[in-house]
């Protein structure tokens, strides 16, 4: 049996598949359920300094999924799939596998959403207000595009692009850094 857990998009849906086992979950709720594991991944990063350990369940309904319940013992998450324990890993690979999922949601959304971003960025472009609400270069494209072909009065002629701003999430300062003797 592998011991690697796959996540990946299938159609409209992000799959987790482990052990021969899978679920799927569409984007919206796939971004949900990452959202909460890492809620609850975070949480266990300040118990760890602290070393506090008990059992917390997340909510069924915060994780939105009727499938997986995810269980935080200690420092150790245990994801539990209809009715029995499907995985058991430590925290920091509960947050990896949460962000893995949240990015392949992000990615399916971004598809789903298409043509509102377009209308949407192409509106902010025709105001003079040349700002991106997306990352990918089609959507910014058809966007122009789109900005172009309807006359807009008082349209201002931009002369930049502004993308969306890239968030770079790291540990606190002080994590990793040793301790001078």
């Known amino acids: 049996m592998s011991q690697e857990l796959n996540v990946q998009t299938i159609q409209n849906n992000v799959v987790l598949s482990h052990n021969g086992l899978s ?28 070393k506090q350990h008990e059992l917390v369940k997340v909510d069924k309904e915060t994780v939105c999924h009727d499938e997986i319940e995810i269980f935080r013992t200690g420092l150790e998450f245990v994801f539990v799939l209809r009715g029995r324990e499907w995985i058991r890993c430590p925290w920091t690979a509960a947050l990896k596998i949460a962000m893995a999922v949240k ?79």
């Open 23 to 50: 679920v799927g979950m569409p984007w919206d709720v796939a971004v949900e359920f990452a959202k909460a594991v890492i809620q609850l991944a975070r949480f266990s990063q300040a118990y760890a300094k602290h």
């Open 103 to 181: 990015e392949q949601g992000c990615k399916l959304e971004e598809v789903a959403l298409h043509e509102r971003s377009i209308e949407d960025s192409a509106m902010l472009m025709r105001t003079g207000l040349p700002v991106g609400l997306t990352h990918n270069k089609k959507i910014i494209k058809e966007a122009w595009k789109a900005a172009e072909d309807v006359e807009f009065p008082g349209m201002i002629e931009p002369t930049f692009v502004c993308y969306p701003p890239t968030i770079l999430m790291s540990p606190p300062p002080g994590d990793n850094v040793e301790e001078s003797r």
